[in-house]
């Protein structure tokens, strides 16, 4: 395998050294990698380079007194070619609407930073000062510029004047293919309706020269903006009272203004553009949040950072400053209804939330202790206000209807755990309670426990529409004018029929899905819980084990409330047939790829914004695909497949890798994983040990290396011809068995774990060195071994009880005729049958043939230990390889018994007294057989698996 030379990296360039760095690009300069420095990825490489020439734009620009340029990077750079921009009107008594104190606070504070950018002015302005690079850029037919980055990088160059533009290296995106709306579940395709004010999309961000790719969210009065779609607190939140000004510009852009600062946005296609104006437009007029009860500097210690708060309503609002406390422009606002507080020390309290604890310090002990009077205050108010409707609404999508988007929604749905507005809650009673049991936030007093409104608080319609909404069309989507039709049958299609849920990864297997289920319940992952129950997972399961948990007492026992109280609900509910599900057709889309430190972004086309974004920590596989002619890797969620190509193989693998890495936590540095040709998450167990224990697996030519993350270790294990690798498909398994060790690898998903199997088999088979044709042990002698380390290593008297006479007969023919095939019973007499047939069997085999054994009688007898052992090893080589991989795989096993003998009371030397009789037979009698075959049991490592050694003398006996 080719070491790969830079993955499309691009140096730094030095401030005023843009010539060098456009020539550089070109021969494409190795990189220097200092040390254990990790490799950024190939895109925040691109940003390194950004900033340092958006910091060059701006040097020179006052050097040359240009000094209109210098703003230009802050800008999103398609904004240049904007040809028309169009202002909504955004009524000025908004931003001052309450003229609560809040607002007067913000004004009063507002003077002291400067004159405010009046932004279409300076978009006119920009589009006209770089127009010519524009054009220059369309004229050249630059084939591979990507993304929105490249033309800050032309202009850097226009001020420099150079005429020869270095070429774009195409490293910054891959192409991906995906299955079609598996992974976005986005309902924003095309606007819900104009009369929603209910939004959500990933959006390209601008924020000064900042670009980000967020997660946003408006419910009608905040806009929220996430960096992942499931995070629990914002990077940046306003209420639209704040907001002063929208205005819309070409190509799916459209700008959020709060008095001085403003947001640029940039949305995927013209639809979601429009949704996200209406919506915005829509919530005009709304009222702005109270007047902060209290606020104040703060400083925030897990970021070491000084922080601006607010208690407003029932939130704590943190902002970044002072100056956005004025603005209205939060970081985030935590909900004070999940929350609670307590002292650390004279200036320090916490204040903790089921997600996230926060840690503040106040600047003197009477602020601190003002402070935390005061979230008491508001965290009892918020308690014993705590009407049902206002907690559920606290969380931003509980204010819509989970259906049809109308606002403040009155009933809710507790076993799918939606809020719903009183037409949908018609639609859902209809369908019979025993799929959706609908109460009313301000009724039924009694259903609405604590863990009960905690799990819509936490989950409610965010996780809900996650799963049963995942792939609804735009045009099936209802508003909330939709007909009471339209809307019973929009609501038997998603619930009764479940045409648009994600289906879970194990859905096509009851047991598998009743099974994890219980295993699920036993944590906090309430989302996937409700995956399960919608694909169909059972709450009571009427397994044949009558011993066997229902999954309410598992997280009863576990003290899972919520998950609990959720299955309760779900007890009686019927989930949805699969096979109605098949509703949409599998069809791929491709898209453009780029990495973002832990995140994957993914653009319809090159140079568009962001369209979905996957976390690369939900990732579970990474397998390179490549053969000499295609550069591929394939990447896999629980959700998700993706395969990802590149022209050539270095920008492959700086992609792979990088993703490798960050699976691994970066326990590994990028160079060793080149080479790495499989990344995944499974379970392991090895030997006859209860636990699974979760673990990551990188594969490699001949090894095999077990990361556990938590404790940040490695073990790596050598595969060779005597590594036994066997696929059990039915339980996604695989048995990988060393001479010495076996290990047990269940897999979450079929395909990793078939793919796993390939793999293993080529690894094993690229590492033997060619000398010998390595020998193979035979399948069934294979599966009997593995079958008794599996279940029989606690069976006391292995191999010395006999099991039953006309069982092993049966057993053995079965093994002969079919070894596959064979059914093998767990339970200690059908092991001591197996153990029985494998005996039957070697005996049968003559694994070390007649002529052999006289050979084998004179090295018993000869004195010393260490004469006897080489002297074996010699004896060995003379034997059919197929015979060595037996005998070697078997007195593995037998070691790994002898181990176990405080259970089984099988020492090496009972277990020599039994195997010498299958080994010499007639010479069974002889005491020295006895004590070479416990030797051979005990040294099987250095006897069968160490080289030769050449150095010294070497005794033979012929
Ligand atoms: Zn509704």
Redesign the pocket.
């Known amino acids: 395998m080719s070491v790969p030379g830079p993955p499309d990296v691009i140096p730094v360039p030095k401030p005023r050294a843009k010539y060098l760095f456009g020539k550089s690009l070109a021969q494409q300069p190795s990189i220097e990698r200092n040390g254990d420095a990790p490799l950024p990825p190939p895109d925040v490489q691109i940003n390194t380079q950004m900033k340092t020439q958006e910091t060059d734009i701006q040097h020179e620009a006052s050097v040359d007194g240009s000094s209109h340029q210098s703003t230009s990077a802050s800008v999103p750079p398609d904004l240049l070619d904007v040809k028309s921009s169009e202002t909504l009107v955004w009524p000025s008594s908004i931003s001052i609407s309450s003229g609560l104190s809040v607002e007067a606070l913000r004004s009063a504070d507002s003077d002291d930073s400067p004159a405010a950018s009046d932004s279409p002015k300076t978009h006119q302005h920009l589009s006209k000062g770089q127009h010519n690079v524009q054009k220059a850029s369309k004229t050249d037919k630059l084939t591979d510029v990507q993304w929105a980055n490249e033309e800050i990088h032309l202009q850097s160059e226009s001020l420099q004047k150079m005429p020869d533009r270095p070429k774009k290296p195409r490293a910054a995106t891959i192409r991906v293919s995906r299955k079609k709306q598996t992974l976005s579940g986005q309902k924003s395709d095309q606007t819900r309706s104009e009369f929603t004010v209910s939004q959500s999309s990933w959006l390209d961000v601008w924020k000064g020269r900042k670009h980000m790719v967020l997660w946003a969210t408006l419910d009608g009065n905040l806009m929220s903006m996430w960096k992942k779609r499931t995070d629990k607190f914002t990077e940046y939140v306003f209420h639209v009272a704040s907001v002063t000004n929208i205005s819309k510009q070409e190509h799916g852009r459209f700008s959020i203004h709060l008095q001085k600062k403003h947001f640029e946005f940039m949305a995927h296609n013209a639809a979601v553009q429009d949704g996200w104006l209406h919506s915005l437009y829509d919530s005009r007029g709304r009222e702005a949040i109270a007047a902060p009860k209290k606020h104040g500097p703060l400083s925030m210690k897990d970021r070491r950072k000084k922080v601006y708060s607010a208690i407003c309503g029932h939130s704590l609002w943190i902002y970044s400053s002072k100056e956005d406390f004025n603005l209205g422009l939060g970081m985030m606002c935590v909900s004070m209804n999940i929350a609670s507080v307590k002292s650390t020390g004279r200036y320090g309290f916490s204040l903790i939330t089921p997600y996230r604890t926060f840690n503040f310090s106040a600047d003197s002990s009477k602020e601190a202790s003002a402070w935390l009077e005061s979230l008491n205050d508001v965290i009892r108010n918020a308690l014993s206000y705590s009407e049902v409707a206002l907690r559920l609404w606290s969380s931003p999508c509980n204010k819509?209807?989970?259906?049809?988007?109308?606002a403040n929604?009155e009933w809710a749905s507790v076993n799918l755990l939606v809020v719903?507005?009183?037409?949908?809650?018609g639609?859902h009673r209809s369908m019979g309670s025993s799929r959706s049991k609908v109460r009313g936030l301000k009724l039924d007093d009694k259903v609405w426990t604590e863990p009960l409104i905690q799990l819509f608080v936490l989950h409610g319609n965010k996780t809900a529409n996650n799963v049963w909404g995942h792939n609804i069309p735009p045009t099936e989507q209802?508003s909330?004018l939709?007909s009471p039709d339209q809307?019973a049958e929009f609501i038997l299609a998603k619930y009764h029929k479940g045409l648009y849920r994600k289906a879970h990864p194990l859905a096509a297997s009851q047991k598998l899905l009743d099974q994890r289920l219980r295993e699920v319940v036993c944590g906090p992952a309430v989302e996937e819980t409700v995956s399960l129950l919608c694909s169909g997972a059972k709450v009571s399961c009427s397994s044949s084990d009558p011993e066997l948990k229902s999954a309410i007492a598992v997280a009863e026992s576990a003290g899972q409330a919520l998950q609990t109280e959720l299955l309760r609900h779900n007890e009686f509910v019927e989930a949805p047939d699969f096979e109605q599900t098949r509703h949409s057709e599998e069809q791929m889309e491709e898209l453009h790829g780029k990495l973002d430190e832990e995140r994957f972004l993914f653009s319809q086309e090159n140079q568009s914004a962001a369209y979905d974004v996957l976390d690369l920590t939900e990732v579970v596989s990474v397998f390179d695909c490549s053969d000499g002619e295609t550069h591929q890797f394939e990447v896999s969620t629980l959700t998700d497949r993706l395969t990802c190509s590149a022209d050539e193989r270095n920008a492959l693998l700086s992609h792979m890798t990088h993703i490798m890495k960050v699976v691994l936590a970066d326990t590994v540095k990028q160079d060793d994983l080149l080479g790495v040709f499989a990344v995944s998450k499974l379970s392991i167990r090895e030997g006859a040990a209860l636990q699974f224990a979760e673990v990551w697996c990188s594969l490699q030519e001949g090894e095999m290396s077990v990361h556990t993350l938590q404790l940040r270790s490695r073990e790596t294990l050598i595969l060779n011809a005597q590594t036994r690798c066997y696929l059990q498909s039915s339980e996604n398994c695989i048995l990988l068995e060393f001479p010495d060790r076996t290990f047990h690898m269940q897999f979450e998903l079929e395909h990793s774990c078939r793919r796993w199997h390939e793999l293993l088999q080529k690894a094993m088979s690229s590492s033997t060195d060619g000398q010998q044709r390595a020998g193979s042990v035979p399948t069934s002698v294979h599966r009997c071994i593995s079958h008794i380390t599996l279940h029989g290593l606690m069976v006391e008297g292995l191999y010395r009880r006999c099991g039953i006479a006309p069982q092993i007969s049966k057993l053995v023919d079965t093994l002969r005729v079919s070894p596959k095939e064979a059914v093998l019973q767990t339970d200690e007499l059908s092991v001591l049958d197996v153990s029985g047939a494998l005996k039957q069997i070697l005996r049968q085999s003559e694994l070390i043939p007649q002529t052999h054994r006289p050979h084998w009688q004179n090295a018993a007898a000869l004195p010393g230990e260490k004469v006897r052992l080489q002297t074996y090893r010699e004896l060995l080589k003379q034997l059919p390889p197929d015979n060595i991989a037996t005998l070697s795989a078997l007195c593995a096993h037998l070691n790994n018994v002898q181990k176990h003998s405080q259970t089984n009371r099988m020492t090496a030397h009972n277990l020599a007294v039994i195997f010498v009789v299958i080994f010499f037979q007639e010479l069974a009698m002889n005491i020295n057989m006895v004590q070479m075959t416990r030797e051979l049991i005990l040294n099987h490592t250095h006897i069968f698996r160490s080289p030769v050694e050449t150095d010294g003398a070497i005794v033979t006996v012929f």
């Open positions: 819509v209807c989970a259906d049809c988007g109308a929604p719903i507005c009183e037409a949908c809650a639609a209802i909330p939709a809307r």
